[in-house]
C-alpha cells in the first residue's frame, strides 16, 4: 500500500500563505487523481479541492477556497501542491491529503469513501 506523505503546514498569520505539498512514500508507476481534505477541531472532515489524474487536470474547489486556493500537480513526480493564499483564521484545520489510483481521466472525486490512500495529515493553523 502506497502512503501519501504530506508537508509544508505550519503557523502563518492572516493574510499569509503556505504551500502543501503531497508525494507518494515509494516509487510508483500509478498515476492518481488527487483531493486535499481538512478537519477542523469539533467538525466533520470536508473537501477542499480536488484534481482529476490528467496531467492537465480537472479540478473542484470548495466555495470557502475559491480565489484563494490552487491545486496543481507534476506528474513526472506524481507530486500534488496546494498553494493556499489570503489565509483566514477559518482556515485553520488538519490537512489531509488523499488518492485514488486511476490511468489518466478527466474525472476528479468529493467523497472520502472515493479515495484510498491518504496522509496522516499536517496542522495548518492561522492567527489573527
Known amino acids: 500500500q502506497v502512503r501519501l506523505v504530506e508537508s509544508g503546514g505550519g503557523l502563518v498569520q492572516a493574510g499569509g500563505s503556505l504551500r502543501l505539498t503531497c508525494t507518494p512514500s515509494?516509487?510508483?508507476?500509478?498515476?492518481?487523481?488527487m483531493g486535499w481534505f481538512r478537519q477542523a477541531p469539533g467538525k466533520e472532515r470536508e473537501i477542499v479541492v480536488a484534481?482529476?489524474?490528467?496531467?492537465?487536470?480537472?479540478?473542484y474547489y470548495a466555495d470557502s477556497v475559491k480565489g484563494r486556493f490552487t491545486i496543481s500537480r507534476d506528474n513526472a513526480k506524481n507530486t500534488v501542491y496546494l498553494q493556499m493564499n489570503s489565509l483566514k483564521p477559518e482556515d485553520t484545520a488538519v490537512y489531509y491529503c488523499?488518492?485514488?489510483?486511476?490511468?489518466?481521466?478527466?474525472?476528479?472525486?468529493?467523497?472520502?469513501?472515493?479515495?484510498?490512500?491518504w496522509g496522516q495529515g499536517t496542522q495548518v493553523t492561522v492567527s489573527s
Open positions: 515509494k516509487r510508483t508507476a500509478s498515476t492518481y487523481a
Open positions: 484534481i482529476s489524474s490528467w496531467s492537465v487536470g480537472n479540478t
Open positions: 488523499a488518492g485514488r489510483p486511476e490511468y489518466y481521466s478527466s474525472t476528479y472525486y468529493l467523497g472520502e469513501s472515493d479515495y484510498t490512500n
